[in-house]
């Protein structure tokens, strides 16, 4: 597998389960971010990690909770969650969180449709 | 806090005719970024526009950066069918890593 792989590609749940998302990347970065797609808005920022650590929660509702085990790995964990939280998740990552002295970007997993009914 | 517009938001276009997708921004941003989604699928890195002036071409794409008018644009020069994607562009606010996506330019090229 290269670059940034994410699991499962679709997921469908009630507002009282519990799930996870799982995100992988292969390209030996130390940032790790997650986004939501919504239909009607911008993609959202929600998390963001730096070497493990998280650096930034955007005002994220309590219900999303992300682990950063290591570098290569990065989940968010999904409970009680709204019919309103159905959107695509999806996670990235790059080298640093900012390298202004060279091109640097972000490379996108394919991204998780949720949908909570 | 950095917010980024797109205009406009849907361009239906003929095959072999040219246009631009503008994308303004409300502060300072390190860099600009520009993406491509397609239908059901994530986003693909186009450009990467880090100092004023900067201007990028791949193919039928160029992108250009004016950090004075807090404006960039992607100019497509005679679009074929295969350009039909949502377009987005993305500011990223000072040291911090962030990107702050605008809405999309969802394009459709006609043939």
């Known amino acids: 597998e290269t670059g940034v792989t994410q699991t499962p590609r679709h997921l469908v749940m009630g507002m009282t389960n519990k799930k996870s998302l799982k995100c992988e990347q292969h390209?030996?970065?130390?940032?790790m971010y997650w986004y939501k797609q919504s239909a009607k808005k911008p993609l959202e920022l929600m998390f963001v990690?730096?070497?493990?650590?998280?650096?930034e929660n955007n005002s994220v509702p309590s219900r999303f909770s992300p682990e950063c085990p290591n570098s290569s790995h990065l989940f968010l964990h999904l409970h009680t969650l709204q019919p309103e939280d159905s959107a695509l998740y999806l996670c990235?990552?790059?080298?640093?969180?900012?390298?202004?002295?060279?091109?640097?970007?972000?490379?996108f997993g394919p991204g998780t449709r949720l949908t909570v009914l | 806090e950095l917010k980024v517009e797109q205009n406009p938001l849907f361009l239906s276009m003929q095959e072999g005719k040219n246009y631009t997708i503008y994308c303004n921004y409300s502060?300072?941003?390190?860099?600009l970024y520009w993406y491509r989604q397609d239908p059901g699928k994530s986003l693909e890195s186009l450009f990467v526009?880090?100092?004023?002036?900067a201007v990028k071409q791949e193919g039928r794409l160029m992108a250009s950066l004016d950090t004075k008018a807090r404006l960039s644009t992607l100019h497509i020069t005679a679009a074929v069918h295969d350009l039909s994607a949502t377009y987005f562009c993305?500011?990223?606010?000072?040291?911090?890593?962030?990107?702050?996506f605008g809405q999309g330019t969802t394009l459709q090229v006609k043939p």
């Open positions: 990690y730096s070497l493990e650590e998280r650096v």
């Open positions: 390209l030996g970065h130390n940032a």
């Open positions: 502060t300072t941003s390190d860099r």
């Open positions: 990235a990552s790059s080298q640093d969180l900012a390298r202004v002295s060279r091109k640097d970007t972000q490379y």
């Open positions: 526009l880090l100092s004023n002036g």
């Open positions: 993305a500011g990223s606010p000072s040291n911090t890593g962030k990107l702050i």
